[in-house]
């Protein structure tokens, strides 16, 4: 099965008051620690999507191995990212994880660990549970596309998960899917690569 990924990184960070994809983390960016861990999976192809400051983003970050597509409605929120990635790939491509660009802990082997998920369940989904709380990574196979272009507003991958009930295996994990979005939340990863 021909898999593509996907890193969500288009969002103007308005949250952290600065390009949360620029943080410096562990000795790269914040986003170079997700694409690493996207190229180190067993992906097919990968696609990082970009938005506010994508030109200073782009020449910033390594992004060997990936397309860049860059959402020009960005602003509206996850949603117009998620259509841009998944638009943008091939027919040839017949499952995609989808990633966000600003979860630092999510590494290779819990994407591998999800696509096993996805493809052991039959199901047309596959996400990490934490919490109870289904979040990226995420695999999703073509039953989801027409759910995945369609998808809008800042919640647009949560409300596509939520829609239809028994569409998505879980994979449970803790503390390892954390996201980046405010000042706080910086200094709690930092805190934790210094240990």
Known sequence: MRTAGVVLAAGDSRRMGQTKQLLPLGGRTLLDTVLAAARGARLDELVLVLGAEAER???AVDTAGARVVVAADHAEGM???????V??????VE????????QPRVTAELVDAVLERHLESGLPAAA??????L??????????WPQLIAAHGDSGLRSVLRAVPGIVATLSV???????D???DYRRVLMTEER
């Open 182 to 184: 405010t000042p706080d």
């Open 87 to 92: 638009g943008a790939l091939g027919p040839e």
């Open 95 to 102: 499952r995609v994880v989808v990633l966000l660009g600003d």
């Open 57 to 59: 983003i782009a020449a």
């Open 135 to 144: 979040q990226p990574p995420v695999a999703a196979d073509r039953r989801l």
């Open 174 to 180: 803790e503390g390892v899917t954390v996201d980046i």
């Open 79 to 85: 949603g117009a990212s998620l259509r841009a990635g």
């Open 128 to 133: 990490v549970s934490a919490g109870g709380v």
